[in-house]
T-cell receptor, first 116, second 109 residues
């Protein structure tokens, strides 16, 4: 089966600009996650979707970050305006259902964002 | 809340050496435990998992045993290869997966 697709792979923007990342999960996977991985740290959950509904966005900086999952398939994560500390790899993951926390997720290759 | 603590790296080993990467956890209830691996320039890949106490996860020569009494899930491999050079993350289930900070492994010929 095809894996989790993310684009772009790399993005360089200036601070205060906006940026968007796209994720296409594995076909049929109901649960989708966005993680932020800052260099030298482990991934941190930003938001979790179940189909097209938000399950957990408690760690999403809502003053600048937003995410949506229209029709319960693809998802977009946006940052507006970006700050230097947003430089990180943004990882998308999916699982067939909420049991992903028991069985593990499948991750995409990530989008490396550099804010200058 | 649920969290994991990994040994800090980097860890440098010669090929065919024995590997141990320590991971301890704090959790309520009975979480599942995971090891993920991240090769240079790639995304996270699930290496192995264990879903209950005393379970042993294994894959590609790597093993880890879910020890409830010591709240640990140490990763081991008997003979590492250069191709094992990567960053290894311990994780446990909560509302979502919670990851440790990662341990970088470099294996030299």
């Amino acid at each position: 089966e095809a894996g989790v697709a993310q684009s772009p792979r790399y993005k360089i923007i200036e601070k205060r600009q906006s940026v968007a990342f796209w994720c296409n999960p594995i076909s049929g996977h109901a649960t989708l996650y966005w993680y932020q991985q800052i260099l030298g740290q482990g991934p941190k959950l930003l938001i979790q979707f179940q189909n097209n509904g938000v399950v957990d966005d408690s760690q999403l900086p809502k003053d600048r970050f937003s995410a949506e999952r229209l029709k319960g398939v693809d998802s977009t994560l946006k940052i507006q305006p970006a700050k230097l500390e947003d430089s990180a790899v943004y990882l998308c993951a999916s699982s067939p259902d909420g049991s992903g926390t028991m069985r593990g997720y499948t991750f995409g290759s990530g989008t490396r964002l550099t804010v200058v | 809340g649920n969290s994991v603590t990994q040994m800090e790296g980097p860890v440098t080993l010669s090929e065919e050496a024995f590997l141990t990467i320590n991971c301890t956890y704090t959790a309520t209830g009975y979480p599942s435990l995971f090891w993920y691996v991240q090769y240079p320039g790639e995304g996270l890949q699930l290496l192995l998992k264990a879903t209950k106490a005393d379970d042993k996860g294994s894959n590609k020569g790597f093993e880890a045993t879910y020890r409830k009494e010591t709240t640990s899930f140490h990763l081991e491999k008997g003979s590492v290869q250069v191709s094992d050079s990567a960053v290894y993350f311990c994780a446990l289930s909560g509302y979502a997966l919670n990851f440790g900070k990662g341990t970088s492994l470099l294996v030299t010929p």
